[in-house]
């Protein structure tokens, strides 16, 4: 008779530490069936053996709180563990089957049932009145010579050796089944559907490396009442469809990709899955958030990208932030408006729109940044390939002193205020990159100068420093010439007239500097003169 481990996610009532005691204890308490988890009825009765009793008394002492208290990231994430115990146990089975009707060869049976169960070889084993358990595949010429194995009803199935199940052979071998169960960390997939199965009422695939099933795969069973999918590495499903009224669907400790679109487990018609409320995402993006949370934020993100602003652009939730307190999660959503013909910013962004794309637009302005409420969360956006001409505007603005990435290759910028920029990436702690590539800079002999001095100094944050050029008017032949920024130098760009002036000024900024701290060196003087001889100096007391 199969047997299952079980336990049960803590009640909500137990404090987080209490949950972290009660998932380690239970991980290793066997909670037994009267019939066996996936043989039993539908209202069995559990019951704790000595051990869980003991944890459910330590945990007694333990002040009480509210699942609200316990970090959303940490709830569900106790597997259902379910292990068949007659896969766990051959040579309790062999024991079984040999007592019933050899009772005096008893001992010489099951030390042959036992030795054939420990070889290589499929080995299956018939338990009176009606169950059979097979190792490592089927004995098929026992179930073709009929017999008693033409008696199975419970069929177990352990350790199954191929990667492939192929449930057509239930049809020919044990048409009479009344109840299956399947393990072993080779099989990967279903070879076909289930077909028509008058008696099947229970299935029950597990600890299995499955990953995919068709909605179809069981819908031939008219008599269907479980399907036991839990610990399997299914990534994704789409509702089943069944023929029975009422199939009760377990698919808890699977590997969920929540980046995939499960979004109908939200709607009522999915009650018939039981423990879709534990169901917690595997994936690197939604990794320990419960699977409905994550599908419920993608369900309302779906319908704000309906807006007639951003009506033919995409939006997905790209990451789940778990809250400082652990109540709670900040979805950061993801707005792709690529290739869309925008003339601007679009005046409306989903709530906790963090990345906003908009390359290979017609934009001619960033505004929208510093005067619009629905950029305040934005961090990441993406201008490439506009007709930006400048984003001075953002000069001393909250949106810059906050931004992470900031792209504007392939615009019409030929200036940026670089002190601007350069002050906004000194005060922002957050700041990733920059990109200001395939812009049109002119090699100003001033701007170049500085703007190289900018791109040395942050050239780990401008990614694309190295690809930065500017231009300027070739005297001999009118035609722009284009040089590395980084490479530039003062002979390059700047003409001997420019030369001269930035000598001169340069040269009369040294004097004034002089003349200044001269003139502050004499008040110094003259104060300390006066305070230590109470005579004003000799100049004014000439004064009229």
Known sequence: MATTRRHRTPPDSLSTSARFVLSAALSHVRITTGGGSIFSSR??????????VVVVLTLLTIPPGTNSQLPLSLQNLVVENVAIEECASPARSATHSSQPHAPHSSSSSSSSNTAN???????????????????????????????????????????WPLKSFDPLVLARLVPRIERLAITGRMLQRLAHDFPPLPYLRMVNITGTRLNHTGVNAFYELERLQVLNLRGNELEQIQPYR????????????????????????????????????TLVCKDWKYTGRPVLTAMEYKRVVRESCLHEEIWNCS??????????NGLSFHPMIMVNCSDRGFYQLPQYLPGNTTVLH??????????????NEHYQSVQDIYLDENRITSIDILEDTIWLDNF????????RMNRIRVYSVEHAIERNPGVGKVYLSNNPWRCGCRFAIRFQRFLRKHESLVAD????????????????????????TPNDICRPSEHNTAAFYNTL????????????TKLAYDYYHYRKYGKLPWLIMKMP
């Open 43 to 52: 209202n069995h009765r559990l019951a704790l053996v000595p051990a869980a």
């Open 117 to 159: 169960l420990h070889s290589n070889r499929p080995a299956c084993v018939f338990t009176p009145p009606n169950r059979t358990v097979c190792y490592r595949g089927f004995e098929t010429k026992r179930f073709q010579a009929g017999g008693r194995f033409n008696l199975t009803r419970r069929l177990v199935l352990c350790d």
């Open 242 to 277: 069944f023929r029975s009224g009422h199939v009760e669907v377990y698919l808890q400790g699977n590997l969920w990709n929540c980046t995939n679109d499960m979004i109908w487990l939200l709607k009522e018609q999915s009650r018939q899955y039981v423990d879709k409320p």
């Open 315 to 324: 939006c997905h939730v790209s990451y789940l932030r778990l809250s400082d």
């Open 358 to 371: 908009m390359a290979r637009n017609k934009l001619q302005s960033v505004d929208s940044l510093t005067t």
């Open 404 to 411: 992470r990435i900031l792209s504007l290759r392939g615009n």
């Open 465 to 488: 420093s190295r690809n930065i050029t500017c231009y300027f008017i070739n005297d001999d032949d009118g035609r722009k010439q284009y040089l590395p920024v980084l490479t530039v």
């Open 509 to 520: 900024s040294i004097i004034f500097a002089t003349l200044i701290i001269l003139i502050f």
